[in-house]
């Protein structure tokens, strides 16, 4: 039973460069969650979707960032222009259909770690 | 909005104790769920244990137990037993009534000592 799958692990980008993450969430989950984590701090909520639809990105920045989940396929987290202060543990999390009440635990995958040079 | 607090930047525990670390969360949602990860030092995210507002008991999972005490709006973990393995970053977290996403707070590094 796989867990939630990131790739990659690692991601180096110079200045001005795009980057890509992947998230695919555990079978049978239809709604993803992309967080970010500074060094040293805790993790901050960047947007909420289910497939094709963006449901809150209320944590996204409002340039240069953007998400997708298609119906097919991956969730991906794009930075565009990517700056130092980009530097950070962007994590995916997944969890099952809603199913009214407070109990859908999320569960992570391992992160991608992005540096910026 | 929500807001969690933990106070502990750093704890040390002897193997074989236990160990309370400590979460205070702040909302105005009339329910909301708690929630436990811990962060070993290889980075990812492991999910522990869930208290959800409403439940009459104290959730467990093997070693860990939360000490829900809604009238202090505190979450506090406990971990008995602790082993060496248990040293980690540990994450509280809250979700609201009327949303999806996790807040955190800002972690506490846990230490066994052997």
């Known amino acids: 039973n796989a867990g939630v799958m990131q790739n990659p692990r690692h991601l180096v980008r110079r200045r001005g460069q795009e980057a890509r993450l992947r998230c695919s969430p555990m079978k049978g989950h239809s709604h993803v969650y992309w967080y970010r984590q500074l060094p040293e701090e805790g993790l901050k909520f960047m947007v909420y979707l289910q497939k094709e639809n963006i449901i809150d990105e209320s944590g996204m920045p409002k340039e240069r960032f953007s998400a997708e989940f298609p119906k097919e396929g991956p969730s991906i987290l794009r930075i565009q222009q990517v700056v130092r202060g980009d530097s950070a543990a962007y994590f995916c999390?997944?969890?099952?259909?809603?199913?009214?009440?407070?109990?859908?635990?999320?569960?992570f995958g391992p992160g991608t770690r992005l540096t910026v040079l | 909005a929500q807001k969690i607090t933990q106070t502990q930047p750093g704890m040390f525990v002897q193997e074989k104790e236990a160990v309370t670390l400590d979460c205070t969360y702040d909302t105005s949602d009339p329910s909301y769920g708690l929630f436990w990860y811990k962060q070993p030092s290889s980075g990812e995210m492991i999910f522990l244990i869930y208290q959800g507002s409403y439940d009459q008991q104290n959730a467990t999972e093997g070693r860990y137990s939360l000490n829900f005490q809604k009238a202090r709006k505190s979450a506090n973990l406990v971990i008995s037993a602790s082993q060496l393995g248990d040293s980690a970053m540990y994450f509280c977290a809250m979700r609201g009534a009327y949303g999806n996403k996790l807040v955190f707070g800002a972690g506490t590094i846990l230490r066994v000592k052997s």
């Open positions: 999390a997944s969890s099952p259909p809603a199913r009214g009440g407070l109990t859908d635990t999320q569960y």
